[in-house]
């Protein structure tokens, strides 16, 4: 444990900004995208028992729901206060040792701390039909509940995988009852779920907000995902590209004496938001310009709802920039190299697992109102940075769900 004399120098002699250790998650589920610029012989460095390498985690105070193979602490972030990996402490530590000195006082009030994180994720194909379930179910099993927000990160997805389309929701014109009829069949056949649902092809550059009880099945681009601090859900689709759930993913987080009622199951959905005929309308989010100069521009990538946001920064070759935000916010540098306030910064290429980079931080709330200085050191790409914040930022967009 780090004290907090310790945990105060080193955000001290950073400026107010941590500079995060990488963090990769395995899943025991799927197929790998290999994008995350991890080196191709890492993504099963934790053993194939524990599943391929399939996510990068930013920003996290919270464990990934791993199953009992997992440490106690995997998903969450370190702090790197120097290039010896082993001098480390978790920044939940930081978090709850210098309180609002990290978040600031409104995040502490309302959350006791920062309420969220992000992440790339990276599947090759798409993924199961799943939601993650409101407050109030996530609550009977002690848990909370999931929003969460995707973006389509041009600069990660050369190659979109081998199903870039999402499937979201039912269509309009599906009942209650023939969801029903496929959740029985669970256990007995493929219940071909996705039949009663919509799809949306992925635009790269966009993105799209997902409150909790709407069903989603992600299409194969690296999507990077600023969410609630939480990692549960329930699968609806047992059969997925070909591989075959068990009925404990449909039900993992259910009270025991429901795991067998299919109406209590039905009840975690959404279901005015499931079959929205204006899906897209409501969901969808284009980016929303909130600067522009020759120095550099910002836009609001994840935003219009009351829980997460995100930007993607982009400064022009050679410049320095001051950047100002009412908030404290995680981050995760994709292009170029420069400076981050004081520390070195650099867009990961290729990682070894357990090695240090220097492409993610976390600034602090005082740091990020008085204004991160960024240098672009290239003289021919723009660095591009993805911003996460939590629900605080005074001037994120309202437009859509709330």
């Not at 930081?94 to 006082?105: I, M, R, S």
């Not at 029985?184 to 092809?201: K, P, V």
């Amino acid at each position: 444990m780090a004290t907090k004399s310790f945990i105060e120098s080193v955000l001290e002699q950073g400026g107010g900004v941590f500079r995060l250790a990488p963090v990769f998650v395995p899943r025991r589920f799927s197929s790998p995208g290999r994008r995350l610029r991890l080196h191709p012989d890492d993504y099963f460095a934790l053993g194939a028992e524990r599943g391929a390498i399939k996510e990068r985690w930013f920003s996290s105070v919270i464990p990934a729901m791993n199953g009992p193979l997992a440490p106690a602490d995997e998903g969450m972030s370190y702090v790197a206060p120097s290039d010896d990996p082993s001098d480390k402490f978790t920044l939940k530590e930081a978090q709850d040792e210098l309180g609002a000195d990290l978040v600031g006082e409104d995040l502490m009030a309302k959350y006791c701390g920062w309420p969220m994180y992000s992440k790339f994720f990276d599947y090759s194909k798409p993924l199961f039909h799943h939601l993650h379930l409101g407050f109030e179910d996530a609550a009977r099993v002690g848990r909370i509940g999931k929003p969460e927000a995707y973006y389509f990160p041009p600069q990660l997805n050369n190659y979109v995988g081998e199903f870039p389309v999402t499937y979201f929701g039912f269509d309009p014109d599906v009942t209650i009852d023939q969801v029903r009829e496929r959740l029985l069949q669970y256990e007995d056949a493929d219940n071909r779920i996705t039949e009663l649902s919509r799809a949306y092809r992925i635009v790269l550059g966009t993105g799209w907000y997902v409150p909790p009880g709407i069903l989603h099945s992600p299409g194969s681009a690296l999507t990077y995902e600023p969410q609630w601090n939480s990692d549960v859900n329930s699968v609806y689709e047992n059969v997925a590209s070909g591989e075959v759930y068990p009925y404990e993913f449909l039900v993992e987080n259910c009270p025991d004496d429901k795991k067998r009622d299919v109406e209590y199951i039905l009840s975690l959905m959404d279901w005015e938001k499931n079959i929205d005929p204006h899906f897209k309308k409501t969901y969808f989010r284009p980016p929303v310009m909130a600067h522009s100069d020759k120095a550099y521009s910002e836009k609001w990538i994840a935003y219009a709802n009351p829980y997460i946001a995100a930007k993607e920064l982009s400064v022009a070759p050679g410049e320095t920039v001051t950047v100002k935000d009412g908030a404290a916010y995680g981050c995760i540098l994709i292009q170029g190299h420069g400076k981050v306030g004081v520390h070195d910064a650099e867009a990961a290429i290729m990682l070894r697992y357990g090695q240090l980079s220097q492409d993610e931080f976390f600034v602090s709330e005082r740091a990020a109102k008085e204004g991160a200085r960024i240098v672009n050191a290239s003289r021919s790409e723009p660095l591009v940075m993805l911003k996460h914040f939590g629900p605080n930022h005074p001037d994120a967009p309202s437009r859509g769900e709330s």
